[in-house]
Each structure stands twice: as C-alpha cells, then as structure tokens.
C-alpha cells in the first residue's frame, strides 16, 4: 500500500530503472484545475486511444499563451 508520494516515487524509480530499451517522450498539455502542474519525479500513467503510457517526469517547462497555460513534460518510459 502506496500511502506516501515519497514511497510512491520510489516504486516508480524501480520499475523504470528494470532491463530494457527507454524512451524520453515530450507530452504537451494544458494546466488544468485537476492535474495542476505535474513536476519532475512524479510518476503518470496516461491512456490515449488505448495506448498507455506511464513513466516518470523528467522534466517541465510552462508556457502562457492567454487565456491557457500549457506545460510541456519529459517523461522517462520503457519503450
């Protein structure tokens, strides 16, 4: 039981540190009242037409073009 964003970045470090081909894909996305900004070292699983995708932020940038503001995400994922 994950009860901690601590515990459960360190469970995310683990899975993604595993054998195997990595990917760093760049998501770009609007800054919405329910995610609000996602930061490096927080772990994401997204579903988009079926396909998931899950990994860590590795990094993210923001950009303002009013009335939006969106942020652009570097996630680490196995490939």
């Known amino acids: 039981l994950l009860i901690s964003a601590d515990v459960a970045a360190q ?3 683990a899975i993604l540190s595993d054998t195997g081909p990595q990917a760093v894909v760049t998501l770009t996305l609007q ?5 609000g900004l996602i ?14 995708l899950q990994g860590i932020v590795r ?13 652009t ?3 680490q994922t196995h490939a």
């Not at 800054?31 to 995610?35: K, N």
């Not at 930061?39 to 579903?47: N, S, W």
């Not at 923001?62 to 969106?70: E, F, I, N």
């Open 11 to 13: 469970r995310g470090r």
């Open 31 to 35: 800054v919405l009242p329910e995610t």
């Open 39 to 52: 930061l490096p070292g927080t772990f994401i699983r997204r579903t988009d037409a079926g396909e998931v």
């Open 59 to 71: 990094s993210m940038s923001l950009a303002w073009d009013a009335p939006r503001m969106r942020q």
């Open 73 to 75: 995400l570097e996630v």
